[in-house]
Nanobody, 129 residues
Framework: DVQLQASGGGLVQAGGSLRLSCAAS????????IGWFRQAPGKEREGVSC????????NYKDSVKGRFTISRDNAKNTVYLQMSSLKPEDTAVYYC??????????????????????WGQGTQVTVSS
């Protein structure tokens, strides 16, 4: 049974930083891409970033490039999202997810909820101006 647990959200001022964690269990973590998504009030859930299991290829939503960094520690079954230079528009509930096993994450890959099958509960990130 795939389980994903996101944590690390909170309230931060604009320009600040947060690190989100996604702890995974119930599947062979080393074999799966993991993605981060977010959903702001009244908006659709959108892809933020993803990272491949073995080659470490990553992809980022344009608006977070240069500010967010995704990484993973396969020994700890955990994926991180380091968020810096946060803006009020980054305010959202952040989710981690695991995709269909055929999904491959690289620059230019589609980051769409339709490709992701297993979801954790979200963690709230609020950026004040």
């Amino acid at each position: 049974d795939v389980q994903l647990q996101a944590s690390g959200g909170g309230l931060v001022q604009a320009g600040g930083s947060l690190r989100l964690s996604c702890a995974a269990s119930g599947f062979t973590f080393d074999d799966y891409t993991i993605g981060w998504f977010r959903q702001a009030p009244g908006k659709e859930r959108e892809g933020v970033s993803c990272i491949n299991a073995r080659d470490g290829n990553t992809n980022y939503k344009d608006s977070v490039k240069g500010r967010f960094t995704i990484s993973r520690d396969n020994a700890k079954n955990t994926v991180y999202l380091q968020m810096s230079s946060l803006k009020p528009e980054d305010t959202a509930v952040y989710y981690c997810a695991a995709p269909d096993p055929m999904y491959y994450c690289d620059e230019g890959a589609r980051l769409d909820v339709i490709d992701f099958e297993s979801w954790g509960q979200g963690t709230q990130v609020t950026v004040s101006s």
